[in-house]
């Protein structure tokens, strides 16, 4: 539960990624050019040139290069909070936003006639989920990584799934369900026959300024690529609140793994 309130971090950089070694600031350009210190912001990285021992943390509130989809806005209040995870605190169960903000309102309920939180909030809605695409996800290398999800989702608000679309975590008390494409393609996988595309993150009791993590296992290209996660096409079926995605060779994510699901219920 640390959490530190500290607006000096020399980590918070408005590309919004951060990277682990010098070696990939110097070998990615664009932002990367903006080398940043080793600071054991992951402990399993390692500043070498070796492509399966790197780390890149991207922040969701990063707008741009990252693009807010129709409800998503940022949240630089941490829920009201104003708390900022220090550099190694970003870590399950912290009770802090990573770079003291968060990409909340992904919808399922849009675009309404209203906009959430008013009146008119669930009137003559329709049913495009809102979300926030992470414009410029960059590996050395095409293949599968862990793309860990450091998000939002308190006071057991599941919003009513309390099933987590049939999946069994140890951890949690009910879920959101999302949607993510990769490079413009649906990730999904296949479950008796049916095509299983949402990916349910567990919801926990506690204040929703309390950071979480789940991992996600991703096909990215060398080069950039475009993560975009979105709430489910259904009035029903918000999305958490997003703060920031870790990049990790594969079976570096935290836990729980998340594999897609037919349900969002
Ligand atoms: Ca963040």
């Known amino acids: 539960m640390a959490a530190e309130a500290s607006s000096a971090s020399p980590r918070r950089r408005s590309c919004g990624r951060l990277l682990a070694s010098s070696f990939f600031a110097a070998a990615l350009g664009g932002c990367g050019d903006l080398t940043v210190p080793v600071l054991g912001l992951l402990p399993s990285a390692s500043p070498t040139a070796d492509a399966t021992s790197f780390a890149l943390r991207y922040e969701a509130e990063a707008v741009p290069p990252n693009m807010l989809v129709l409800s998503a806005v940022v949240d630089?209040?941490?829920?009201?909070?104003?708390?900022?995870?220090?550099?190694?605190?970003?870590k399950e169960g912290a009770n802090c936003c990573s770079g003291g903000a968060a990409v909340t309102e992904i919808l399922g309920r849009v675009p309404c006639s209203g906009p959430p939180g008013s009146a008119e909030d669930y009137e003559d809605c329709e049913t495009i989920g809102g979300g926030v695409e992470f414009q410029d996800v960059t590996v050395p290398a095409a293949g599968t990584y862990d793309v860990t999800w450091w998000y939002h989702c308190g006071e057991n608000d599941g919003y009513g799934d309390t099933e987590c679309g049939g999946v069994r975590y140890a951890v949690g008390s009910s879920c959101r369900p999302h949607l993510i494409d990769v490079n413009g393609v649906s990730m999904s996988s296949s479950e008796d026959g049916q095509t299983a595309p949402i990916y349910q993150f567990p919801c926990y009791p506690g204040a929703w300024s309390i950071l979480h993590g789940a991992t996600t296992a991703l096909p990215l290209k060398a080069g950039p690529n475009v993560v975009f996660i979105h709430a489910p096409h259904e009035i029903t079926l918000d999305g958490a609140d997003i703060d920031a995605i870790d990049v990790l060779p594969q079976g570096q994510g935290v836990l729980p793994l998340v594999t897609p699901v037919v349900s969002g219920f």
């Open 76 to 90: 630089r209040t941490c829920f009201g909070t104003n708390l900022i995870c220090e550099a190694d605190g970003v």
